[in-house]
């Protein structure tokens, strides 16, 4: 083990000493009153309550199969059979209180109380069979005015190792002492399967949420995003009940003006990576609230997509992966303990969970003014849209219902062709309500604090993929100087046929061949036909919200000429 990361240990054990107490093992300084779980659980298991960092560590390299300690100091763990999200097997009880309120659809599949109340059951069961079990407490929000408190009861430490990075994590002895009773509480037997034969039931996982009961349940599946994106969803329900806008979306702040940025964009498509900039402080990258105030995180860490992850590249996040971060599903060296972040053998989905207090910039407490910048980042693969358009307030709505982002389909020999993926809000997965309520409280914000909008390609330009190469990160960090700095908005523009985004004609650092996609393509032809292509499936997938969209809001999409 080297200096670095004896040191990092060292200074975790003297902030957080653990011991050993008839209920299980606690941090010494935040010792907590004895918790009620349920009247269910039989209290034979060891309750670990609030551990340290290198109790949960101990703990994982002990018991559970997998766990190594890297040469950075990160505890390694695989997550079974399952490396992703199960958006299929997602359900929420349908019950009086919110039925009304609900988006239900292929997104929000519907459940009956008797269905979750005998997966809460086994899922209990499961626990009560442990010897050990893991309770974490933590507040998802930063702002107190609108933060819930979260209760986490699981049985592997992985896994509450994961939530005491993603939940914020009280702040001292007397705040865990006087927490109380959550708000909401996450039932984590993932490692037991669902029932297959039970009515709701697609397969053997199961991801739950029951608004009335205030409780989740997980079965039959080990990835720990479940657990995120389960609070994820549950702000996306409750924070519009409050008045307030939930996003998918990260944000980072000015220092030196307190200027601030909201990223929107899907996985993959530099949302998390663009929003860790050296230069600005980082309030989340994942998850906020936007309300009269400001903005707030709802998090306390952030989870990083691993693959093809270098210091040159990514120099924030590559050096936050250190003791007391998780990382998922990675392959690493056998005696050096080194990762290999270009190996995706176990899944191309590794990833990293972190508390905010390893990006040196990140700001404390993670609350922001208005944002004067919101960004749209896509990753065109098409090779269709520009590295950067201004957007009007009818083409932010547009785009914000819509949701874009392609994929390279491609596991067939020889078939390159891109896929179009449609997101609503970029964020449909955790959306719980219509997405016109969410873009009509969008509206409101923008208009009323008079924020600019942009919307970014990080995807392909010059062809599509197989022909053209991918916008390079430098370049989409240079644009997003001259929009932090002001310039970009200076420079004049020319409308893109089809699309008719406002392209500006330079941006510092950046070549202007490349601004206008059209200049990029040798076949000219080809281009025509492609952009049309994208056009149609943009036209196509706007149809399900055609009804209550406005004829302005319709025409700010492309426009192909019959």
Avoid at 20 to 25: D, I, L, M
Avoid at 70 to 88: C, D, E, I, Q
Avoid at 299 to 322: H, M, Q, W
Avoid at 510 to 535: C, F, R
Wanted: aromatic letters at 10%.
């Amino acid at each position: 083990m080297n200096q670095a990361v004896a040191e990092s240990i060292n200074k975790s054990l003297k902030s957080s000493t653990a011991e050993y107490t008839p209920k299980g093992y606690h941090i010494t300084e935040l010792e907590s009153d004895a918790i009620y779980l349920d009247e269910h659980f039989s209290g034979n298991a060891k309750i670990f309550h609030n551990p340290a960092v290198p109790v949960l560590y101990e703990q994982a390299l002990a018991f559970e199969h997998g766990s190594a300690i890297t040469s950075t100091g990160a505890l390694v763990t695989r997550s079974g059979v399952k490396t992703g999200r199960s958006p299929k097997d997602k359900r929420i009880v349908k019950e009086p209180s919110s039925q009304d309120d609900i988006w239900w659809g292929p997104v929000n599949i519907a459940m009956d109380d008797l269905s979750f109340m005998i997966n809460r059951e086994r899922a209990i069961d499961y626990l009560n069979t442990q010897e050990k079990i893991y309770v974490i407490d933590g507040y998802a929000g930063w702002d107190p005015k609108y933060r819930i408190k979260v209760r986490v009861i699981c049985a592997r430490a992985y896994h509450a190792l994961f939530m005491h990075n993603m939940l914020i994590r009280p702040a001292n002895r007397e705040e865990l002492k006087s927490f109380g009773e959550p708000d909401y509480t996450i039932y984590n037997a993932g490692q037991f399967p669902a029932n297959r034969y039970t009515k709701g039931m697609s397969s053997s996982s199961s991801i739950a949420i029951d608004f009335a009961r205030k409780e989740m349940v997980i079965l039959g599946t080990q990835y720990a995003g479940e657990m995120k994106k389960g609070i994820l969803t549950i702000m996306m329900y409750l924070m519009p009940k409050m008045g307030v806008l939930p996003l998918h979306s990260s944000c980072n702040q000015a220092r030196n003006n307190g200027d601030t940025t909201l990223f929107f964009g899907l996985s993959g498509t530099g949302k998390t990576t663009l929003s860790a900039d050296i230069n600005r402080d980082l309030i989340g990258d994942d998850e906020h609230v936007w309300t009269d105030t400001g903005c707030f995180n709802i998090e306390g860490g952030c989870y990083a997509k691993c693959i093809d992850l270098s210091r040159e590249k990514e120099p924030e996040i590559f050096d936050a992966i250190k003791f007391g971060s998780v990382l998922e599903n990675v392959v690493y060296n056998e005696y050096s303990r080194k990762v290999n972040y270009n190996d995706v053998s176990v899944t191309e989905n590794t990833r990293c969970a972190y508390p905010l207090e390893h990006i040196p910039n990140a700001k404390f407490p993670a609350i922001a003014g208005h944002p004067k910048n919101i960004i749209m980042l896509t990753c065109d693969a098409f090779g269709i849209l520009p590295p950067v358009s201004r957007l009007d307030a009818n083409q932010v709505m547009y785009h914000f219902i819509q949701g874009y982002t392609a994929k390279v389909a491609g596991t067939e020999v020889g078939v390159t062709e891109p896929t179009a993926t449609f997101s609503s809000c970029y964020g449909e997965p955790f959306i719980v309500w219509h997405p016109t309520k969410y873009a009509e409280m969008l509206a409101t914000q923008l208009h009323k604090h008079s924020a600019r909008a942009w919307l970014i390609n990080t995807g392909w330009t010059g062809g599509s993929h197989g022909v053209g190469s991918r916008i390079k990160l430098s370049y989409t960090r240079a644009i997003i100087d001259a929009i932090h700095s002001g310039e970009l908005e200076k420079i004049p523009t020319t409308k893109m046929d089809v699309f008719g985004f406002q392209v500006p004609n330079s941006c510092p650092g950046v070549p202007s061949e490349i601004l206008m996609p059209i200049n990029g393509w040798s076949d000219k032809e080809k281009y025509v036909q492609t952009m049309h292509k994208l056009a149609r499936l943009f036209i196509e997938n706007f149809k399900k919200f055609q009804d209550k969209a406005s004829p302005e809001l319709i025409a700010a999409g492309p426009i192909l000429n019959q």
